[in-house]
């Protein structure tokens, strides 16, 4: 086994299948896009998306996201998946994430190829 710092080893793949096998796999299973779930509006009922916005206006600091550490990180991910059956894996999916900070992405493209375009 090549044990690089690309490759995890055999507990964080362990931990990975464990996490796949108990909340992905059953959401897989349903059938349903888990981000579909949210309430949609009903058909001929007027109801919208659409969402009328006091502050129309946008500063560069606007599009930064709080996150520091993983509270912020969690409280992110449910906010984005409220609703949804994905809202209660935000923690166990950050706690999972941690795992891996420390293996660097492997490129599977040379950087040189970049210079070409």
Known sequence: ?????????ALESEALSRFHRKWI?????????PL?????????TGDTFFVHRTNTGM??????????DPR?????LQTQ???TAMQSMAKPFVKLARRFERYEQRANISSDIYEMF
């Open 1 to 9: 086994m090549n044990m690089s710092s690309t490759d995890p080893s």
């Open 25 to 33: 796999m059953p959401l897989a299973a349903r059938g349903v896009p």
């Open 36 to 44: 579909a779930e949210r309430e949609q509006p009903r058909r001929g």
């Open 59 to 68: 500063r560069p600091e606007d599009f930064d996201l709080r996150l520091s």
């Open 72 to 76: 912020q990180i969690v409280a992110a």
């Open 81 to 83: 998946w409220k609703g």
